[in-house]
């Protein structure tokens, strides 16, 4: 090897060298967390691009999340000095979409087809059952949303989908119509993307070929986590390799799988081994991301798990500092002591970037968020709280793309009486009934509906319209500052109450978009180009240097696309990098699903109580308790220096007050790698708390710690109604069975009013009851009891009298 080769292989222990430098061929790494897998790949490529064995077009790298396919390219081109855009390295869906915008007219999309968030496609879905008169409450919109989504992951079309019952029946036809409509307005949502590709590849055999000889190497990180269609979809790009002579190289751990509950199937490392013929897979031991107390928790925690391929990490770093582990009295303390930790290390000369709050679930990044905030450290949020779907910027966006398709259905309804314009809900569903019944887009039925609301409608039409006229030719930012006016967005805003912020975020979209075009390389001065008129034309209309960088083609097929289309492919795509504060020195907050891959000096898990990691939906059987635990094992595994556990007594969330125990996971970690900061709680494992692990685990107990918020100023906003943890809030049901007094280890909280969860009262007329809840405070305050026989009731703790008993 040549010497910038060997500088390239420095380090590299002997079977990540084997690895890295393996002739072409099907290799399969299967390796536990830190041991350099995503080291070895990258490396890899590297290596056969500097070694002249592959050019940069021949080469497909898959990474799961946007920050990783980030931070390949970063890798990548500080190692070589090579242009990384011909390289389609990116997540499936950012490939997929890349495949769909090159070869649209094949695929039957129209060329800025946009694409649907999962927001967008709810609220689609949601307009097909209404179309059809369905009763919601029976054709759940979510649901059927998952149903199309799990459909189109296994493959299947309408046509092939045989319903088992009258539901299935309902769901099916709905999974039609939302077809028709997504071909009229000219979308697609994620799952589409992954389909449609994979059968465009199934059908065209020119195409096919093509790519399964322009892939020479295709690569692909965290594979335990991919679906059957995923999984299928990189057989028809690699093709059968000894026909094809495509190198495969998949790299994985099965303990790090945590998308089964979305399909994700680790038997595709084994398909992959058989049907791949893999000659041996490559095993690493070697662990170089954390000291060892940490390591050695990971090792401890997911040996619990049954069912595992087996493997073993080590490592030579030293034993490190001991986990710390600390008990909040509620949520608010625990944000309070982390942003105390955080600080502290901050004063310690570590960087906040370095800094990383982990959670199970995004709820519970809002009084992370407002704790940090109030500290003035900086912090961003991954996922979650995505910028590109907060409402001022949705409204925005619909705004964009009324312009490049005033076809989309979607963006109409969004902002067609956004700022309010006079257009009820009756007009709109009028509109509505005009457009299905002669098979047209709402904006091209408006003249369907009679007198001052079809006025009105067609006034908005107009102003569409007139909105794209004006900025035709502009720049990016531009086009973006003119419609936020245009709209009526910016002065809605301004009069609103609380609107500073939202104007905020809407400066923030015009610098999202700058950055975008920056480092897409539009250029700054990148005009969008109406995508209806010939390139040709538009350009020699302009001046020179305009014209020169006033669109993207796309590396391969030299297709045009403008930036406003590319940008808002960008925002549906992007999950919530909010790029203007890339690189800024922050605290980074995500969910353990974001985490997986990265790496951090310091890490915070925190909630890690039960029901809530693991979390209540996984806690009725084995297999998602596994799933469970693998994610706090990638969660563990994140942490390079230090890591801090948490967990709360109390909290609130999605408008509830839950009373919790300490997480089952905290249990089985070494006591020897752990330092209890608050002093240990002995609860657990004794018998009151094991007796309540087993209601859980038999599905009873779950309504006793959940209480009905109070607090309606932290019920809503962002958080309200997200995500199914609430779903099974205070409902008769949940008590039915709840007759013996529940121990009142798990009220550690007590209210003011004296009285707590779990205690035994006296009621001069319903007798004795046990407490389930308590709300609110001083004459506000009201307690949920259970009276046995009288049934639960909820009482006003001013006027009830209640005496303890104790
Ligand atoms: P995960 O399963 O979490 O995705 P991984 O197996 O992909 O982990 P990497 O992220 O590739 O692991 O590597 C973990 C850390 O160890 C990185 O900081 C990487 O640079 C470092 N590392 C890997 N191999 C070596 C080596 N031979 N010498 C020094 N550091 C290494
Ligand atoms: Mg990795």
Redesign the pocket.
């Known amino acids: 090897p040549s010497a910038a080769s060997s500088a390239l292989l420095k380090?590299?222990?002997p079977e990540?060298l084997a690895a890295v430098t393996a002739p072409p061929g099907p290799w399969l790494i299967l390796?536990?967390?830190?041991?350099?897998?995503?080291?070895?790949l990258t490396t890899r490529i590297a290596w056969l691009l500097q070694t002249g064995q592959v050019s940069p077009a021949g080469v497909m790298a898959v990474t799961f999340t946007n920050k990783a396919a980030k931070e390949m390219l970063t890798r990548l081109s500080a190692m070589l000095p090579i242009n990384t855009r011909g390289m389609w390295i990116g997540t499936f869906h950012g490939l997929c979409n890349r495949f769909l915008r090159a070869h649209y007219k094949v695929a039957g999309l129209p060329q800025a087809f946009q694409i649907l968030d999962t927001q967008d496609q709810l609220s689609a879905v949601k307009r097909v059952i209404k179309g059809l008169k369905y009763d919601e409450e029976k054709v759940i919109p979510k649901q059927t949303t998952w149903f199309i989504a799990n459909a189109k992951e296994d493959g299947l079309r309408p046509k092939d989908i045989v319903p088992r019952d009258e539901l299935g029946r309902l769901q099916l036809s709905v999974y039609e119509a939302y077809e028709d409509q997504c071909t009229r307005e000219g979308v697609v949502d994620f799952a589409e993307l992954m389909l449609r590709t994979y059968e465009l590849m199934r059908d065209h055999a020119e195409l096919r070929a093509h790519y399964q000889r322009r892939f020479r190497h295709i690569l692909v990180?965290?594979f335990q986590d991919t679906n059957k269609l995923q999984y299928a979809w990189l057989k028809m790009f690699s093709g059968r390799p000894e026909e094809t002579g495509t190198s495969v190289l998949a790299?994985g751990?099965d303990d790090?799988s945590i998308y089964a509950f979305r399909g994700a199937q680790v038997g595709n490392m084994a398909d992959f081994e058989r049907e791949f013929k893999v000659p041996g897979v490559i095993k690493?031991e070697?662990n170089?991301?954390s000291f060892g107390h940490i390591l050695d928790s990971a090792n401890a925690l997911i040996a619990n798990n049954s069912r595992r391929l087996g493997k073993t990490l080590r490592t030579d770093a030293g034993a490190g500092e001991p986990l710390r582990i600390y008990e909040a009295s509620s949520d608010y303390a625990e944000a309070q002591w982390l942003v105390d930790e955080a600080r502290q290390m901050h004063r310690e000369g570590q960087a906040f970037k370095e800094i990383a709050v982990l959670y199970r679930s995004n709820a519970q990044s809002r009084v992370i968020e407002s704790a940090l905030f109030n500290a003035g450290v900086p912090y961003k949020v991954y996922g979650g709280l995505r910028f590109f779907e907060r409402a001022e910027v949705k409204h925005a966006l619909a705004y964009l793309r009324l312009i490049e398709n005033p076809n989309d259905d979607t963006s109409f309804l969004r902002v067609v009486n956004f700022p309010a314009r006079g257009i009820g809900a009756r007009t709109v569903e009028l509109l509505q009934d005009a457009a299905r019944s002669s098979a047209r887009s709402l904006a091209q039925s408006v003249t369907a509906v009679p007198g001052k609301s079809g006025a009105n409608l067609q006034a908005f039409v107009a102003k569409v319209d007139a909105m794209r006229e004006a900025t035709r030719g502009l720049t990016l930012r531009h086009i973006i500052e003119h419609v936020v006016e245009a709209s009526g967005l910016a002065d809605f805003y301004r009069t609103e109450k609380e609107g500073q912020e939202r104007l905020e975020n809407l400066a923030e979209l015009v610098n999202a978009a700058e950055a975008f075009v920056t480092q897409e390389g539009f250029g700054k001065d990148a005009v969008a180009l109406p995508v209806d008129e010939p390139v040709g034309t538009i350009a020699q209309g302009l001046p020179a240097a305009v014209a020169r960088v006033d669109t993207l083609p796309d590396a391969e097929t030299g297709e045009i696309i403008s930036p406003l289309v590319a940008f808002l492919t960008h925002a549906a795509l992007e999950a919530g990098d909010n790029q203007a504060q890339a690189g800024q020195d922050a605290v980074q907050l995500m969910t353990v699903h974001a985490a997986?891959?990265l790496?951090f000096d310091n890490v915070f898990i925190t909630g890690l109580e039960e029901a809530l990691f693991p979390h209540e939906n996984s806690m009725k059987d084995g297999d998602s308790l596994e799933e469970e635990r693998r994610l706090m094992y990638?969660a563990i595994?994140?942490a390079r220096k230090r890591l801090h556990i948490s967990f709360c007594q109390t909290r609130m969330l999605h408008g509830q007050t839950r009373y919790n125990l300490k997480s089952r996971f905290l249990e089985e970690l070494p006591e020897e790698s752990l330092k209890w900061l608050t002093p240990r709680n002995q609860g657990f494992g004794s018998g009151y708390a094991r007796q309540y692990q087993e209601a859980w685990a038999s599905g009873r107990g779950l309504g006793s710690m959940v209480g009905a918020g109070a607090q309606p100023w932290r019920g809503g906003g962002a958080n309200a109604g997200s995500s199914g943890y609430a779903g099974k809030a205070r409902g008769e049901d949940d008590f039915k069975d709840l007759t013996a007094p529940l121990p009142s280890r798990m009220a550690q909280a007590k209210s003011e009013s004296g009285f707590k969860v779990g205690q035994s009262v006296f009621h001069g007329k319903f007798g004795e009851g046990v407490i389930l809840t308590l709300e609110g405070q001083g004459p506000d305050a009201r307690v949920q009891v259970n009276f046995g026989r009288h049934g639960t009731k909820w009482l006003m703790l001013s006027v009830a009298k209640l005496t303890p008993i104790e």
Not at 32 to 40: E, H, P, Q, Y
């Open positions: 380090g590299l222990n990540q390796a536990g967390a830190g041991s350099g897998k995503t080291r070895v990180d965290e790299v751990d790090q690493l070697q170089y991301r997986k891959g790496e990638v595994t994140r």
